[in-house]
Nanobody
Framework: QVHLVESGGGLVQPGGSLRLSCADFGLTSAYYAIAWFRQAPGKEREGVSCISSSDFRTYYIDNVKGRFTISRDNAKNTVYLYMNNLKPEDTDVYYC?????????????????WGQGTQVTVSS
């Protein structure tokens, strides 16, 4: 059973960096693709990045390419999202989710196991 817990959010100035972690206390997430989503109040949840379960294939939406990096350590059952050059528009609650095996820009609906979210605020 997958049990995801996010951490690492906080308040950072524009241009700053954060590392989000998604730990799986159910110890089965190595079999799943993992994605990071984000959501602001009153807006739809948006897929940001994902990583496949076995070949570690990754995908990023256009407005985070070159700034965010996703990685996973299956031995630690943890997925990371390194966020650099943060902008105010990156302010959101960030969620990690597990589902399927393949990371793809047309597979956002496959994720059905969710963490509780962590707040990221980018402000001066």
């Amino acid at each position: 059973q997958v049990h995801l817990v996010e951490s690492g959010g906080g308040l950072v100035q524009p241009g700053g960096s954060l590392r989000l972690s998604c730990a799986d206390f159910g110890l089965t997430s190595a079999y799943y693709a993992i994605a990071w989503f984000r959501q602001a109040p009153g807006k739809e949840r948006e897929g940001v990045s994902c990583i496949s379960s076995s070949d570690f294939r990754t995908y990023y939406i256009d407005n985070v390419k070159g700034r965010f990096t996703i990685s996973r350590d299956n031995a630690k059952n943890t997925v990371y999202l390194y966020m650099n050059n943060l902008k105010p528009e990156d302010t959101d609650v960030y969620y990690c989710a597990a589902g399927g095996e393949r990371c793809s820009d047309d597979a956002w609906s496959q994720y059905n196991k969710w963490g509780q979210g962590t707040q990221v605020t980018v402000s001066s």
